[in-house]
Protein backbone atom coordinates (compact mmCIF):
# COMPACT_ATOMS: atom_id res chain seq x y z
CA UNK A 1 0.00 0.00 0.00
CA UNK A 2 0.96 3.53 -1.12
CA UNK A 3 1.01 5.93 1.62
CA UNK A 4 -0.92 9.11 0.50
CA UNK A 5 1.66 12.29 0.02
CA UNK A 6 0.09 15.67 -0.08
CA UNK A 7 2.49 18.67 -0.61
CA UNK A 8 2.28 22.39 -0.79
CA UNK A 9 4.13 24.51 -3.05
CA UNK A 10 4.12 28.10 -1.63
CA UNK A 11 6.17 29.07 -4.40
CA UNK A 12 7.22 32.79 -4.15
CA UNK A 13 4.75 33.35 -1.40
CA UNK A 14 4.43 34.54 2.39
CA UNK A 15 6.55 36.34 4.99
CA UNK A 16 8.45 34.62 8.06
CA UNK A 17 5.74 36.04 10.23
CA UNK A 18 2.84 34.71 7.93
CA UNK A 19 4.95 31.60 7.11
CA UNK A 20 4.30 30.80 10.90
CA UNK A 21 0.77 31.79 11.29
CA UNK A 22 -0.02 29.59 8.78
CA UNK A 23 2.18 26.40 9.84
CA UNK A 24 0.48 27.08 13.55
CA UNK A 25 -2.60 27.14 12.03
CA UNK A 26 -2.32 23.48 10.01
CA UNK A 27 -0.36 21.48 13.05
CA UNK A 28 -3.94 22.03 14.69
CA UNK A 29 -5.41 19.78 12.08
CA UNK A 30 -2.92 18.05 10.58
CA UNK A 31 -0.53 17.05 13.22
CA UNK A 32 -2.09 13.45 13.67
CA UNK A 33 -2.83 13.12 10.15
CA UNK A 34 -2.70 9.82 8.68
CA UNK A 35 -0.79 10.92 5.38
CA UNK A 36 2.48 12.27 4.74
CA UNK A 37 2.00 15.82 4.15
CA UNK A 38 4.63 18.59 3.31
CA UNK A 39 4.81 22.60 2.94
CA UNK A 40 7.71 24.24 1.23
CA UNK A 41 8.06 27.60 1.93
CA UNK A 42 10.19 30.04 0.22
CA UNK A 43 14.02 30.12 1.35
CA UNK A 44 13.92 33.03 3.88
CA UNK A 45 11.02 31.23 5.68
CA UNK A 46 12.76 27.68 6.28
CA UNK A 47 14.51 27.97 9.34
CA UNK A 48 11.72 29.77 11.62
CA UNK A 49 9.03 27.09 10.03
CA UNK A 50 12.03 24.29 10.68
CA UNK A 51 11.56 25.94 14.06
CA UNK A 52 7.57 25.99 14.53
CA UNK A 53 7.08 22.34 13.03
CA UNK A 54 9.75 20.78 15.89
CA UNK A 55 7.20 17.78 17.06
CA UNK A 56 5.17 17.77 14.00
CA UNK A 57 4.35 15.44 11.49
CA UNK A 58 4.67 17.95 8.53
CA UNK A 59 8.01 17.52 6.12
CA UNK A 60 9.29 21.02 5.39
CA UNK A 61 10.41 21.06 1.89
CA UNK A 62 12.18 23.41 -0.07
CA UNK A 63 11.09 24.83 -3.96
CA UNK A 64 14.53 24.48 -6.02
CA UNK A 65 18.68 23.96 -5.06
CA UNK A 66 21.86 24.31 -6.69
CA UNK A 67 23.33 22.21 -8.86
CA UNK A 68 26.50 22.26 -6.96
CA UNK A 69 27.33 21.74 -3.60
CA UNK A 70 29.35 24.99 -2.90
CA UNK A 71 31.14 27.78 -4.56
CA UNK A 72 31.11 30.96 -6.67
CA UNK A 73 27.39 30.60 -7.48
CA UNK A 74 25.84 34.28 -6.58
CA UNK A 75 21.76 33.92 -5.75
CA UNK A 76 22.60 29.87 -5.01
CA UNK A 77 20.85 27.99 -2.37
CA UNK A 78 23.21 24.40 -1.99
CA UNK A 79 21.81 21.46 -0.63
CA UNK A 80 24.15 21.92 2.26
CA UNK A 81 21.81 24.89 3.00
CA UNK A 82 18.98 23.54 2.88
CA UNK A 83 19.99 20.95 5.17
CA UNK A 84 21.44 23.20 7.78
CA UNK A 85 18.02 25.16 7.43
CA UNK A 86 16.28 21.98 8.19
CA UNK A 87 14.52 21.06 5.33
CA UNK A 88 13.92 17.31 4.66
CA UNK A 89 13.09 17.30 0.81
CA UNK A 90 13.41 19.10 -2.29
CA UNK A 91 11.32 20.03 -5.42
CA UNK A 92 13.19 20.26 -8.49
CA UNK A 93 12.26 20.17 -12.35
CA UNK A 94 9.33 22.11 -11.44
CA UNK A 95 7.42 23.50 -14.68
CA UNK A 96 8.53 27.25 -13.58
CA UNK A 97 11.81 26.63 -13.07
CA UNK A 98 12.09 24.72 -16.72
CA UNK A 99 10.04 27.34 -18.63
CA UNK A 100 10.90 30.77 -16.51
CA UNK A 101 14.20 29.92 -15.74
CA UNK A 102 15.49 27.31 -18.99
CA UNK A 103 16.34 24.84 -16.52
CA UNK A 104 16.92 21.22 -18.81
CA UNK A 105 16.55 17.60 -17.73
CA UNK A 106 20.50 17.69 -17.97
CA UNK A 107 20.50 20.30 -14.86
CA UNK A 108 17.32 18.99 -13.28
CA UNK A 109 19.14 15.35 -13.35
CA UNK A 110 22.04 16.77 -11.90
CA UNK A 111 20.25 18.74 -8.90
CA UNK A 112 18.41 15.05 -8.19
CA UNK A 113 21.97 13.54 -7.87
CA UNK A 114 23.41 16.29 -5.62
CA UNK A 115 20.28 15.44 -3.37
CA UNK A 116 20.10 11.86 -3.12
CA UNK A 117 23.83 12.10 -2.61
CA UNK A 118 22.67 14.12 0.49
CA UNK A 119 20.07 11.77 1.32
CA UNK A 120 17.77 14.70 0.87
CA UNK A 121 14.42 13.50 -0.58
CA UNK A 122 12.98 14.45 -3.82
CA UNK A 123 10.38 14.93 -5.68
CA UNK A 124 10.76 15.64 -9.30
CA UNK A 125 8.04 17.36 -11.53
CA UNK A 126 7.43 16.56 -14.70
CA UNK A 127 4.49 17.70 -17.49
CA UNK A 128 3.66 18.35 -21.05
CA UNK A 129 2.57 21.93 -22.15
CA UNK A 130 -0.81 22.36 -23.58
CA UNK A 131 0.70 22.07 -27.53
CA UNK A 132 2.37 19.09 -26.85
CA UNK A 133 -0.62 17.61 -25.67
CA UNK A 134 -2.40 18.68 -28.53
CA UNK A 135 0.30 17.21 -30.61
CA UNK A 136 -0.26 13.84 -29.03
CA UNK A 137 3.57 13.94 -27.50
CA UNK A 138 2.50 13.44 -23.85
CA UNK A 139 3.96 9.95 -23.31
CA UNK A 140 7.08 11.18 -25.23
CA UNK A 141 7.93 14.15 -23.20
CA UNK A 142 7.30 12.85 -19.18
CA UNK A 143 9.05 9.68 -20.30
CA UNK A 144 11.71 11.75 -21.64
CA UNK A 145 11.43 13.89 -18.49
CA UNK A 146 11.40 10.71 -16.46
CA UNK A 147 14.13 9.18 -17.99
CA UNK A 148 16.39 11.91 -18.17
CA UNK A 149 15.64 12.88 -14.86
CA UNK A 150 16.34 10.11 -12.77
CA UNK A 151 19.18 9.05 -15.46
CA UNK A 152 21.82 7.33 -12.87
CA UNK A 153 20.23 7.26 -9.76
CA UNK A 154 20.81 3.76 -8.71
CA UNK A 155 17.94 1.11 -7.66
CA UNK A 156 18.77 1.78 -3.75
CA UNK A 157 17.86 5.44 -4.32
CA UNK A 158 14.88 5.49 -5.90
CA UNK A 159 12.68 5.25 -2.53
CA UNK A 160 13.87 8.48 -2.04
CA UNK A 161 11.84 9.92 -4.91
CA UNK A 162 8.77 10.67 -5.71
CA UNK A 163 7.32 11.84 -8.99
CA UNK A 164 5.04 14.48 -9.60
CA UNK A 165 2.64 15.13 -13.04
CA UNK A 166 1.91 18.24 -13.26
CA UNK A 167 0.27 19.15 -17.02
CA UNK A 168 2.23 22.95 -17.89
CA UNK A 169 -1.80 23.81 -19.30
CA UNK A 170 -3.40 23.00 -15.67
CA UNK A 171 -1.27 25.05 -13.22
CA UNK A 172 -2.75 27.71 -12.00
CA UNK A 173 -5.19 27.95 -14.73
CA UNK A 174 -8.56 26.08 -12.87
CA UNK A 175 -7.98 23.70 -15.38
CA UNK A 176 -7.39 20.02 -14.32
CA UNK A 177 -6.78 16.96 -15.88
CA UNK A 178 -9.24 15.23 -15.57
CA UNK A 179 -8.74 11.87 -13.17
CA UNK A 180 -9.04 9.39 -15.66
CA UNK A 181 -6.34 11.57 -18.38
CA UNK A 182 -4.22 11.77 -15.36
CA UNK A 183 -4.16 8.36 -14.18
CA UNK A 184 -3.27 7.27 -17.64
CA UNK A 185 -0.23 9.62 -17.16
CA UNK A 186 0.27 8.02 -14.31
CA UNK A 187 0.37 4.33 -15.57
CA UNK A 188 2.48 5.15 -17.64
CA UNK A 189 5.13 6.68 -15.69
CA UNK A 190 4.65 3.56 -13.58
CA UNK A 191 5.19 1.44 -16.34
CA UNK A 192 8.17 2.73 -17.47
CA UNK A 193 9.72 3.03 -14.20
CA UNK A 194 9.21 -0.48 -13.89
CA UNK A 195 11.15 -1.10 -17.44
CA UNK A 196 13.93 1.36 -15.70
CA UNK A 197 14.58 -0.66 -12.35
CA UNK A 198 11.92 -3.17 -11.45
CA UNK A 199 7.92 -3.82 -11.26
CA UNK A 200 8.49 -3.66 -7.25
CA UNK A 201 10.31 -0.34 -7.75
CA UNK A 202 7.10 0.36 -9.96
CA UNK A 203 4.46 -0.65 -7.06
CA UNK A 204 5.78 1.31 -4.53
CA UNK A 205 6.67 4.15 -6.39
CA UNK A 206 4.47 7.63 -5.06
CA UNK A 207 3.44 9.68 -8.31
CA UNK A 208 1.92 12.94 -7.05
CA UNK A 209 -1.16 14.95 -9.30
CA UNK A 210 -0.24 18.50 -9.59
CA UNK A 211 -1.93 21.29 -11.37
CA UNK A 212 -5.27 23.40 -9.76
CA UNK A 213 -5.61 20.78 -7.12
CA UNK A 214 -8.64 21.93 -5.16
CA UNK A 215 -10.65 20.44 -2.03
CA UNK A 216 -13.62 19.72 -4.61
CA UNK A 217 -11.73 17.77 -7.23
CA UNK A 218 -9.04 16.17 -5.06
CA UNK A 219 -11.25 13.15 -4.11
CA UNK A 220 -11.94 12.33 -7.53
CA UNK A 221 -8.09 12.26 -8.16
CA UNK A 222 -6.73 10.26 -5.14
CA UNK A 223 -9.96 7.44 -5.92
CA UNK A 224 -7.78 6.74 -9.37
CA UNK A 225 -5.72 3.38 -8.96
CA UNK A 226 -2.11 5.57 -10.08
CA UNK A 227 -2.40 8.37 -8.19
CA UNK A 228 -1.08 8.24 -4.69
CA UNK A 229 -0.52 12.20 -4.09
CA UNK A 230 -0.77 16.11 -4.78
CA UNK A 231 1.72 18.43 -5.64
CA UNK A 232 -0.70 22.19 -4.37
CA UNK A 233 -0.25 25.15 -5.46
CA UNK A 234 -2.53 27.68 -4.69
CA UNK A 235 -4.77 25.70 -2.68
CA UNK A 236 -1.71 25.28 -0.62
CA UNK A 237 -1.61 28.62 0.69
CA UNK A 238 -4.65 29.23 3.01
CA UNK A 239 -5.20 26.10 5.69
CA UNK A 240 -9.29 26.43 4.71
CA UNK A 241 -8.11 24.80 1.40
CA UNK A 242 -5.31 22.95 1.94
CA UNK A 243 -6.62 21.19 5.10
CA UNK A 244 -9.68 19.70 3.21
CA UNK A 245 -7.40 18.56 0.52
CA UNK A 246 -5.11 16.57 2.66
CA UNK A 247 -8.47 15.00 4.68
CA UNK A 248 -9.49 14.45 1.32
CA UNK A 249 -10.84 10.94 2.61
CA UNK A 250 -12.97 11.89 5.56
P1 LIG B 1 -1.56 25.03 -8.66
O1 LIG B 1 0.01 24.77 -8.73
O2 LIG B 1 -2.12 24.06 -7.64
O3 LIG B 1 -1.70 26.47 -8.23
O4 LIG B 1 -2.12 24.79 -10.02
C1 LIG B 1 0.54 23.47 -8.70
C2 LIG B 1 2.04 23.53 -8.77
O5 LIG B 1 2.59 24.38 -9.48
O6 LIG B 1 2.73 22.72 -8.11
Same mark, same amino acid.
Given at each position: MRQPYI??????????????STIMALRKDLDKSGHKVMIAPPFTSLQAAAEALKGSSILLGAQNMAAEEQGAHTGEISVLMLKDA?????????????? @???? #?????N $?? %??????????????VGE? @???? #?????? $?? %??????KGLAQVGAENLKMVTIAYEPVWAIGTGKNATPEDADAVHAFIRGLVGKLYSKQAAEDLIIQYGGSVKPDNVKALMSMPNIDGALVGGASLKPETFVPIVEFNK
Amino acid at each position: MRQPYIAGNWKMHKTIAETLSTIMALRKDLDKSGHKVMIAPPFTSLQAAAEALKGSSILLGAQNMAAEEQGAHTGEISVLMLKDAGAGVVILGHSERRS @LYKE #EDSLIN $KK %VLLALKHALPVILCVGET @LTQR #EQGQVE $KV %VGEQVEKGLAQVGAENLKMVTIAYEPVWAIGTGKNATPEDADAVHAFIRGLVGKLYSKQAAEDLIIQYGGSVKPDNVKALMSMPNIDGALVGGASLKPETFVPIVEFNK
